[in-house]
């Protein structure tokens, strides 16, 4: 077991690993079960694709990436043994910076809704606007729940918290992503193209 | 399992002091465990007085004026609602899942005392936005536990003002608290077991628990996702389930959604809370069975590896709840089969449960009538099941009373004679008293044969044609004058069984005060949860050392002097079972076996 060998490792991360584990089950059961009600409701006749994603899009997702990278930073730092002094000067400001470009993402997700409704994709005008909406409403709250956690973390300084919240962080760009692709890329031609190459 | 020694050195000195964070804001899992039962007891009190209205309409139609239509698919809905979600699956997994797992597996407390707190309050917080829901403008949903969109959000079905919503909003909480209940349940049976306690010693009723959580977790979300997307289609007009509709000879700006797709996340949520239910009921039958047969649980192997496989297959037949709303013969063909596979393990079940009564040394305490009770009424409403469970025979019966039968059987009566029988066999543990043994009698039997004589009927009912949901049957030439008298004779019957119930709700309050000292362990059981210092068990559960493991929880029926069982935590060398018969317990003193 690789964890016992970590410096900071304390009894419990055994435990906080697992039951985060068993969380980013239950969340990604919960996006699962959008996508696939998604793929059924595009069956229907009245379904729009949405249209190329505006900028704003493109730029949460290099925001929530580089929110990501700043996580994994801040991980490798309080798992490094031992602790050096450049390191705990380290450890908080990739904590910061993470946290600011989690915010970033959050106001830039914002920018995009209101980018989207400029361009006349309104939440009740379609049905693929309102899986847009809700999901990437959705993915949101997921990313304010991490900071709330995040803040309770930010007062501990406990190395394993930090790993952990890189691994949820790393989790929510990995849901992001598949959201991303799914609502852009998902056309009910590809779709009929999917289901009919496993005929 | 590391958890365990990082708690252990604050042994027990570190259990809260003054009333409020003892019993109010307290992290115990026991105190949550009563907390999450009496909560969900009281609103099951409700639910139940619902239904008693109900069938003073059914039974003596128009005799009762503030019984209306609107009123009576309110006071159904909501007793639907009460009772599956707020009742069974709070009282299993929160009450009976808070209550044994830590103890069963000899830990100290759930991994994650503060959240397992937050899910209590978040509970009850759902609670509260539901009751509230009969006191908003236009009254509670009527739109059936279901809650089927397109009726659910549109103008006539009472409730449609706030209660919809409030119903979406009470759902969505629970789901929250329904979540963090879990992750704590699953985690700490992954990580919180004491030495020895390995998966396959568990008792069952922990498994049952464990793997009926995980289809919690996994369920849950469908119907997250379905109360969110209707909540929208409600408030924000969108489209997800509402098709083109004109409603008052209006249209609606709706168009093109889909209602097929709510029932599909709807029953993908809603199979396996079927088995939410019975799976923990399963459990604490097997337990209650071999404790008071004094005979080792028949095959417990074959009965985990039956709970892991009905629990997956339950996500694999949602939709042979939707035969009557059309579908490709073949994929009726297919979940008419995997439904009638899921007879199988749940047969087995059926089947171990009676090879461990088989020549054991039966005796009719309170929860061995109750557990006996179990295996008569969940076999009835499993025979029921397999009527259902084919297309042809489902069509015709699906709109009767016949259904209304089955299920109460199978996922009412049932799991509640189990809920009985659990509360009954725990209760000296949990208050450190004993009930009172004629009247928790007298409970049993008013609503073991009560249950009969107001379900069995219905079948009957069922079959001659009598379509279930309506709020009146006067007119109606396919249905008899006889039946109308059947109707009559259920009602009264169910008042009697209802107001049976308070002997339940007396004799739990009255004998946790007055009750005679029951000991550490009066039914002379094997598993962990008899086997702490205290009894009561204080915060911390064992004192200084956790207790070891040396065996599985069913070693009963080996007479050897005055003791016939073996307690898990006997090591084989102990186990010589001559002269004086010490053993440890947790507590690292020797404690004399109870007789």
């Known amino acids: 077991m690789s964890t016992m060998a970590m410096p900071l490792a304390s009894p419990a991360l055994q435990v906080r690993r697992t039951g985060l584990w068993v969380f980013m089950g239950v969340v990604t059961m919960l996006f699962l079960l959008f996508s696939i009600a998604f793929m059924m409701r595009m069956a229907a006749d009245d379904w729009r694709v949405l249209p190329e994603p505006p900028w704003q899009l493109w730029a949460s997702t290099a925001l929530l990436c580089a929110s990501s990278l700043a996580w994994g930073a801040a991980a490798r730092g309080s798992m490094a043994a031992p602790v050096t002094r450049a390191a705990d000067h380290a450890i908080p400001a990739a904590m910061s910076a993470a946290m600011l470009l989690s915010l970033a993402f959050i106001g830039m997700q914002l920018w995009g809704w209101q980018a989207m409704a400029a361009m006349h994709y309104a939440l009740a005008a379609n049905p693929a606007n309102s899986f847009f909406y809700m999901i990437t409403g959705l993915h949101g709250l997921h990313v304010l729940g991490g900071l709330l956690v995040a803040c309770l973390v930010w007062r501990r300084r406990d190395g394993a918290a930090i790993s952990l919240c890189a691994r949820y962080w790393h989790f929510l760009l990995g849901v992001w992503l598949a959201m991303y692709g799914l609502l852009f890329l998902m056309t009910p031609e590809r779709f009929d193209a999917i289901c009919s190459s496993f005929k | 399992m590391a958890y365990g020694g990082a708690h252990g050195e604050h042994g027990q000195e570190h259990g809260p002091q003054s009333f409020w964070t003892k019993y109010v804001w307290s992290q115990d899992h026991k105190v949550i465990a009563v907390q999450y039962a009496v909560t969900a007891i009281l609103v099951g009190l409700v639910a139940l007085v619902l239904s008693d209205l109900m069938r003073l309409q059914l039974g003596f139609p128009g005799k009762f004026e503030f019984i209306n239509a609107n009123r009576y698919y309110q006071f159904m809905t909501m007793h639907g609602m009460i009772m599956v979600i707020y009742l069974l699956t709070a009282l299993f997994l929160g009450g009976f899942g808070n209550y044994l797992i830590p103890l069963m597996l000899g830990a100290r407390d759930m991994v994650f005392p503060f959240l397992n707190m937050l899910s209590y309050w978040v509970y009850l917080l759902a609670v509260l936005i539901l009751m509230a829901s009969f006191f908003v403008p236009g009254g509670p949903t009527g739109a ?192 008419a089969t995997t439904t009638l596979i899921i007879a199988v393990p749940t047969a087995l079940k059926v089947y171990n449960w009676t090879l461990t009564l088989w020549r054991g040394d039966i005796h009719l305490t309170v929860p061995m009538l109750f557990a006996i009770g179990f295996i008569s009424t969940f076999l009835i409403g499993g025979l029921t099941g397999l009527f259902l469970g084919n297309v042809s025979v489902d069509i015709p019966l699906s709109n009767t009373y016949f259904v209304v039968a089955h299920f109460h059987m199978v996922m009412g009566v049932s799991p509640v004679l189990a809920v009985f029988g659990g509360i009954y066999h725990w209760y000296p543990k949990i208050t450190g008293r004993m009930f009172n043994e004629a009247m928790a009698r007298f409970h049993f039997w008013g609503s073991f ?147």
């Not at chain 2, 909540?231 to 700006?253: C, E, I, R, Y």
């Not at chain 2, 209802?498 to 309050?509: K, W």
């Not at chain 2, 186990?575 to 690292?588: K, L, M, T, W």
């Open chain 2, 449 to 595: 044969i009560g249950a009969y004589l107001i379900f069995f009927p219905m079948h009957y009912l069922g079959v001659l044609g009598m379509p279930r949901r309506y709020y009146a049957y006067e007119g109606y030439s396919f249905i008899p004058a006889s039946a109308q008298a059947l109707n009559e004779y259920i009602s009264i019957v169910a008042i009697i069984v209802g107001v049976i119930q308070l002997a339940f709700v007396l004799n739990m309050a009255w004998s946790a005060f007055y009750g005679p000292k029951a000991g550490p362990n009066p039914w002379r059981a094997a598993s962990l949860e008899w086997l702490t210092p205290q009894s009561p068990p204080v915060h911390g559960n064992w004192g200084a050392e956790l207790p070891v493991v040396y065996r599985g929880a069913y070693d009963y029926g080996k007479q050897d002097g005055d003791s016939d069982y073996v307690p898990q935590n006997v090591g084989p060398e102990q186990d010589d079972r001559a002269g004086a018969h010490h053993q440890h317990s947790g507590a690292g003193r020797p404690v004399e076996v109870p007789k």
């Open chain 2, 144 to 335: 059936g536990w279901t809650l089927y969109p397109p009726q659910a959000i549109l103008p006539g079905t009472p409730g449609v003002e706030w209660g919809i919503v409030v119903m979406l909003i009470s759902l969505v909480v629970f789901i929250v608290a329904a979540t963090m209940g879990g992750l704590n349940y699953v985690t700490t049976v992954l990580q919180a077991r004491t030495r020895g306690m390995t998966l396959m010693r568990m008792p069952l009723t922990v498994w049952g628990i464990f793997v009926a959580t995980i289809l919690a977790l996994l369920a849950f979300p469908a119907l997250f996702v379905s109360g969110v997307m209707m909540m929208l289609d409600k408030t924000l007009g969108t489209s997800f389930f509402m098709p083109a509709v004109v409603s008052m000879g209006q249209h609606l700006g709706h168009a093109g959604g889909s209602p097929l797709l709510f029932q599909h996340l709807f029953w993908f949520f809603g199979h396996p809370e079927v088995y939410i239910v019975a799976l923990p009921a399963f459990g604490i039958i097997s337990d209650l069975i071999s404790v008071h047969a004094r005979k080792c649980i028949f095959g417990y192997r074959m009965m985990v590896w039956a709970i892991v496989i009905i629990g997956g297959l339950s996500f694999v037949v949602w939709a042979h709840h939707m035969y009557v709303s059309g579908m490709h013969p073949y994929f009726g063909f297919f979940f």
